[in-house]
């Protein structure tokens, strides 16, 4: 009897030890479409080299009813800082938005270069993806690039960009490069506002590595400081390995039952 409580206790332990260690190494916040490796408590650092520094930007809401929640300033040499704070669905007022939910979320916050040191102008929490876009204007159309983009389906996603060039207000030349890590998306607007936009994806990560803007009196060019080294397979082994190791003991376990209920009949 005595043998039979070890036997299941050591069994209950390993099974709440897998559970546990099959939770903590995959990742249910980041969706299927996007790279669950990227580490999201990291801080992601963007140099300005170009910022209209003549305006202030004002960050307005999706809902354009709203008052804005503020204005923006950063300088050539200074920094914009991106700390992403999960995946969420879509805000109600980000119907101008083709990426479906869940769609990342973000912190936000813009460093101005004042005689060599930098100091935080103003910091937007839990921005979402589509906001952050619309206010900097990092993609365009109804294509709300971002600083983040899904890196399951390159030719979907290309699809997507080519369709921006929708007459009569948003025509628009998009020229698209792909090497074997980047891909780059061109939208250079033939009407209205003139915007032309080139933003520079990592495929692995999904991260915006490099963005150039002008549009109206806006611009805005700056470069990813700190891009991580992800791989570029699947890890298959070692997240199957809390399953293997289950199972395995449970194996071993039900073995060890039935081979002292055998002696303790012999024992009779």
């Known amino acids: 009897m005595n043998n039979k409580k070890l036997y299941f206790g050591f069994f209950v332990a390993m099974l709440i030890f897998c559970t546990f260690n099959l939770s903590a190494t995959s990742s249910p916040l980041t969706p299927d479409n996007y790279n669950d ?44 800082l991106v700390n992403f704070t999960g995946f969420y669905d879509k805000d109600p007022y980000d119907d101008y938005n083709l990426f479906e939910s869940p769609i990342p979320y973000m912190n936000i916050e813009f460093k101005e270069n004042q005689l060599g040191v930098l100091v935080t102008n103003t910091t937007f929490y839990n921005i979402s993806n589509g906001e952050a876009d619309m206010n900097l204007a990092l993609g365009y159309n109804y294509f709300k690039s971002g600083f983040l983009i899904p890196n399951n389906n390159f030719t979907f996603l290309k699809q997507q960009a080519l369709a921006q ?11 698209i490069e792909e090497t074997q890590n980047n891909i780059s998306f061109d939208f250079r607007q033939e009407v209205g506002f003139l915007q032309k936009t080139k933003s520079i994806y990592d495929k692995i990560s999904g991260l915006l590595i490099y963005t150039n803007i002008s549009v109206g009196n806006y611009n805005l060019e700056m470069t990813l400081t700190n891009l991580p080294t992800l791989n570029t397979e699947p890890q298959i082994i070692p997240s199957y390995t809390p399953i293997i190791t289950f199972t395995t003991l449970s194996i071993t376990t039900i073995l060890l039952i039935l081979n002292t209920k055998k002696k303790q009949k012999n024992k009779k």
Do not use: C, H, M
């Open 37 to 80: 490796q990227l580490d999201l408590d990291e801080i992601y650092v963007y140099n300005v080299t170009s910022f209209n520094t003549s305006k202030s930007l004002e960050w307005r809401e999706l809902n354009w009813v709203a008052p804005p929640r503020g204005f923006a300033n950063t300088t050539p040499g200074g920094q914009i």
């Open 165 to 175: 060039d929708e007459p009569p207000w948003w025509n628009a030349t998009v020229i």
